[in-house]
């Protein structure tokens, strides 16, 4: 599976952004698909997660109800739609694939074999 992703850039305080990820590759439509995020000197957190049919979704605490995590499987992409955003949401964004089941956890980075090339988020306040 290869992830392609997009949609960095800067941004102010409370303002919005949408990052997208595209899928290709064997089966890839099949794989549920998370966010992660790295800032500088920082691990690489979890931030959202879809299962692979887009029935379930889960969310870093610190993003419930400012971004919303979708998919659209005849395109087989992903978007995260980032609103109200804060400066310490400044990271580089990476998408990642993975076979995640019905009671695992979505929030794990070793659930996911397959990573995007990441993309730059910056809010200034």
């Avoid at 995020?37 to 605490?61: C, M, N, W």
């Avoid at 998919?71 to 949401?89: A, G």
């Amino acid at each position: 599976v290869q992830l392609q992703a997009s949609g960095g850039g800067l941004v102010q305080v409370g303002g919005s952004l949408r990052l997208s990820c595209a899928a290709s590759g064997r089966a890839s439509n099949t794989y549920a698909m998370g966010w992660f995020r790295q800032a500088p000197g920082k691990e690489r957190e979890f931030v959202a997660a879809i299962s692979s049919i887009g029935g379930y979704t889960d969310y870093l605490d610190s993003v419930k109800g400012r971004f919303t995590i979708s998919r659209d499987s005849r395109k087989d992409s992903v978007t995260l739609q980032m609103d109200s955003l804060k400066p310490e949401d400044t990271a580089v964004y990476y998408c990642a694939a993975g076979r995640i089941y019905p009671g695992n956890d979505y929030s794990r980075r070793d659930a996911y074999p397959y990573w995007g090339q990441g993309t730059l988020v910056t809010v200034s306040s």
